[in-house]
């Protein structure tokens, strides 16, 4: 890997500056480098890595947070340069919320920054989300993908209230369900397409949806 690429990518591994990283984005622009590849072998190289020490235990959750902030700020900053919003095309669109009568934000909100950072335009509700809510915003945003964050066993039964109002507003969007309590089991019960234990396999399984979709046509 060219240098300047290598120093994005340990720049958001280490959890630098947003300033530094900018810098550093900006000077492999001006030396010509397109930004598909100062984003794919930089940026989004760099969460891959925070992401695989993760799930190895060689990086903690708030590292993994201020990787992902620190790409966010790069892509923010100067998106016009690296032009991801013009000829970079998103992974997918994903509508995101903690299900109604839970307030916890914090899984949610990982789960939503990883998954911007490596791609996806993703559409967060907040918390307290009722069934008709995430139907009106996956029909309105066009989603492929509608997931849903539970923290307690007494709210995560509205998983199944929200699958059951897609399915029946005729929806064919894909539902990714997460959260302490919530088990493979019990996503496979409730008729969930997915399941994920935490924020970085949540956007392997995202990609794994979006690609048996495209594979099957639909």
Not at 94 to 121: N, P, Q, W, Y
């Amino acid at each position: 890997m060219d240098s300047i690429l290598q120093d994005i990518k340990q720049a958001v591994i280490s959890g630098v500056s947003e300033g530094e990283v900018v810098k550093l984005v900006i000077a492999a622009t001006d030396k010509g480098y397109k930004g598909d590849k100062v984003i794919n072998e930089g940026l989004i190289a760099g969460i891959d890595t925070i992401g695989k020490m993760w799930k190895e235990g060689e990086a903690f959750i708030p590292e993994v947070v201020r990787a992902a902030e620190v790409m966010r700020a790069a892509i923010s900053a100067i998106g016009d340069e690296l032009m991801i919003y013009h000829n970079t095309a998103p992974l997918g669109t994903v509508v995101i919320g903690t299900v109604e009568g839970d307030v916890h934000d914090i899984g949610k909100s990982l789960v939503r920054m990883m998954m911007e950072a490596l791609g996806f335009t993703v559409y967060d509700l907040g918390i307290d989300v009722a069934p008709e809510k995430f139907v009106q915003a996956a029909k309105a945003r066009e989603a492929e993908i509608v997931c849903m964050s539970a923290l307690l066993t007494t709210t995560m039964t509205q998983m199944e209230h929200t699958i059951k109002a897609l399915k029946d507003a005729g929806s064919k969007v894909k539902t990714m369900v997460g959260g302490s309590p919530v088990t493979k089991e019990y996503a496979d019960k409730i008729g969930a397409d997915g399941y994920a234990p935490d924020a970085v396999l949540a956007v392997d399984k995202a990609k794994e949806l979006l690609e048996t979709a495209e594979r099957r046509g639909t």
